[in-house]
């Protein structure tokens, strides 16, 4: 009898940008086409050195992200694709979810009619504000207009799945500006809607601006404001349809990334290209993400990334916990039994009868999950979880 093959997700990172937004972090830069050619090369010669994978895993879902995937060239991305399908024997047509981050700023009919051709099944896209001030603080290189536009140009190619990112708590925003962006894009109707704060971090333009000790720190809303925001989000999006499924996403019935969901729930991933994190047989990794070390060695193992952590049982208790707790859906007493053959209680007791008694978790049959209150201080919730 064959050994059933454990599920994977692949993460595929581009990192180019057309130029970079102020407040962003991500290992993204700008680059010439001859380097994103090269880039997409060692890229390729990443999958083929991973080819053995496939002895143990079953691909199911495939997340294009960057950076900003649809700045690539239609034939570089084809050529990645092409890649993929023929590493993992599959066929994109018949994955559970192929998604492709694009920023409204770097897309046109040409390119939507390639994309579906290519077999990708989701779209994400950035927008994160429908105010034009909003985006020129921000540094995005798109309008609200030219957003909309390139939104019904997805639809009108046939794209039946559409996720659109917003953000929250940014400088000087007020509750009836943000609340004007989540009706703007709930009214649109796309399958799926996420939603994050601002994090003001080291080494951006904001930093210097909105950090510790920053001119305009004060711009930025207060932590009431910000779960004020978190809240608004919740009561206008369930207006529309959409279902909270975790702390910042939302979905109508039946769209909830499954991709994204997998990280939640453990499923192994591998990530391919600059700098990405894989996890698998229980230990995380990560490639250089320095672009001469990658585009040299992206198809020597292990020259190419790091073990950054092997984790223990005790490590994979407490990621069991705090990333499925993350999901509104909660965590199951069952599947944790099942995958450490001790109970919740035996681990978790005490936490979780404090975090219960506190109001910050609820625990219902098998499930456990967090409350309301709960959401707004998860961090601490998810503190308590580590062993
Ligand atoms: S488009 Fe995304 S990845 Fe690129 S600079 Fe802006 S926030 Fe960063």
Redesign the pocket.
């Known amino acids: 009898m064959r050994n059933k093959k454990s599920p994977l997700g692949l993460y595929i990172h581009i990192p180019f940008?057309v130029?970079?937004?102020a407040?962003?972090d991500?290992l993204?830069m700008k680059a010439s086409g001859e380097i994103q050619k090269q880039y997409v090369d060692a890229l390729i010669s990443e999958l083929d050195s991973v080819r053995t994978i496939t002895n143990s895993y079953e691909l199911q879902t495939i997340y294009l992200g960057?950076?900003?995937p649809s700045v690539l060239d239609i034939n570089l991305l084809w050529k990645i694709l092409e890649k993929v399908q023929n590493v993992f024997l599959i066929d994109l047509s018949r994955m559970k979810e192929v998604t492709l981050e694009v920023?409204p700023g770097t897309v046109s009919m040409e390119k939507w009619k390639e994309y579906h051709k290519m077999g990708i099944q989701r779209i994400s896209m950035?927008v994160q504000s429908t105010h034009n001030d909003e985006l020129e603080l921000l540094g995005?290189i798109h309008t609200y207009e030219q957003f909309l536009e390139n939104y019904y140009g997805a639809r009108e190619t046939g794209f039946a799945n559409i996720s659109i990112d917003l953000m929250s708590a940014l400088p000087n925003q007020s509750l009836d500006k943000y609340r004007i962006s989540l009706e703007r894009i709930a009214k649109l109707s796309p399958e799926h809607i996420s939603s994050y704060s601002l994090i003001v971090e080291e080494n951006t333009p904001f930093w210097a601006l909105y950090g510790e000790n920053g001119r305009k720190e004060k711009e930025l809303p207060t932590e009431e404001m910000d779960r004020a925001m978190y809240k608004a989000t919740k009561e206008i999006l369930s207006l529309y349809g959409y279902q909270r499924y975790e702390i910042s996403n939302y979905a109508k019935a039946g769209y909830e990334s499954i991709h994204n969901s997998s990280y939640w729930m453990g499923v192994p991933y591998l990530g391919v290209g600059l700098g990405a994190s894989s996890y698998l047989e229980n230990n995380r990794y990560q490639n250089r993400s320095d672009m001469q070390g990658y585009l040299k060695y992206a198809a020597d193992t292990e020259k190419r990334r790091n073990l950054v952590e092997a984790l223990t049982k005790e490590d994979q208790m407490s990621e069991f916990m705090f990333l499925g707790l993350r999901r509104m859906c909660g965590v199951s007493q069952t599947d944790f039994m099942k995958a450490f053959g001790q109970t919740m209680e035996q681990i978790f007791g005490e936490v979780l009868h404090k975090m219960e008694k506190e109001k910050l978790l609820e625990i219902k049959d098998d499930r456990v999950f967090l409350t309301d209150k709960g959401i707004d201080v998860s961090n601490y919730v998810f503190s308590e979880f580590w062993l």
């Open positions: 940008c130029k970079k937004c407040y962003c991500f993204s960057g950076g900003t920023n950035g995005r």
